[in-house]
């Protein structure tokens, strides 16, 4: 469902995404890693469309992002770190509001919000303004907004960060709740306990580069170590010495 080959994106003499092939599949959540500069949310926001890539291609969902940018993003829900509300609107009225970007009627969004508001614990502040909510509460709000339209390709970027334990519980069990046959989801953290919860596989990038790519058990087998943490490090390592 999205379909990633040699892409590469440079700011200045700068690569932050150099050559970098992979594919997520129907039904499957795939963590995408990294250490800090990375490339990890460049290439999320080159599939988002936010940027061009300067080489490579990029399909989602059947869809090149270059040559038809608009059908991608109907096949997108986008979450990310910064979520994107209007503080002086209420949270019902921001979704309803993005509701309306992606042209659905008054009557689609109501239903969708229906199935949407118990899955997320909407009804205790939908009609506080944005501006009043917690991180948690706007994050809740961020991803009923992304997945308004039911979009068959999700983009999970750092949605836990900041949230306390019981917020960031209830987004994990949501995106566990989003692995459906007729969707996918691409899930980028540093929480390596949420990855090794979610993930079905895992690719880890450095420097721009594609390090690794495959289940927990086969990159357990490639670095011989059996936590995700000790691997993400031995792996990172290793490329590195051998630059």
């Known amino acids: 469902m999205i379909e990633v080959k040699n892409l590469r994106k440079s700011f ?57 940018p608009e059908h991608v993003r109907r096949q ?6 910064s979520n994107g509300l209007y503080d002086r609107l ?14 659905l009627s008054e009557e689609k969004i109501t239903e969708r ?20 909510l917690s991180r ?19 983009i999970f970027d750092e949605p836990t960060v900041g949230l306390d334990v019981m917020t960031a519980r209830q987004v994990r069990q949501f995106i566990q709740e989003c692995r459906r046959p007729d969707k ?17 596989r895992v690719a880890i990038i450095h420097k721009g580069k594609l390090v690794a790519i495959g289940t927990l058990s086969e990159l357990q087998q490639r670095s011989g170590q059996k936590d995700l943490e000790e691997i993400f490090v031995e792996l990172v390592e290793g490329e590195d010495r051998a630059l």
């Open 12 to 68: 200045g003499k700068f690569f932050a995404v150099d050559g970098l092939s992979f594919e997520v599949r129907p039904g499957e959540i795939f963590g995408l890693l990294g250490p800090n500069g990375a490339g990890k949310t460049t290439t999320l926001r080159m599939i988002a469309t936010v940027l061009k890539p300067d080489a490579g291609s990029i399909t989602v969902n059947g869809y090149d992002v270059l040559r038809e």
């Open 184 to 200: 996918c989801v691409i899930f980028s953290t540093h929480i390596m306990s949420e990855v090794e919860r979610l993930c079905d």
């Open 76 to 81: 997108l829900g986008v979450v990310a770190e």
């Open 136 to 154: 948690g509460m706007k994050q809740k709000v961020a991803i009923a907004m992304a997945l308004l339209h039911d979009p068959p390709v999700l």
């Open 113 to 132: 919000l229906r199935e949407l508001s118990p899955r997320l614990g909407l009804a205790e502040f939908i009609h506080k303004r944005a501006g009043q």
């Open 90 to 103: 209420t949270a019902l009225e921001n979704i309803r509001y993005f509701g309306r970007l992606y042209d």
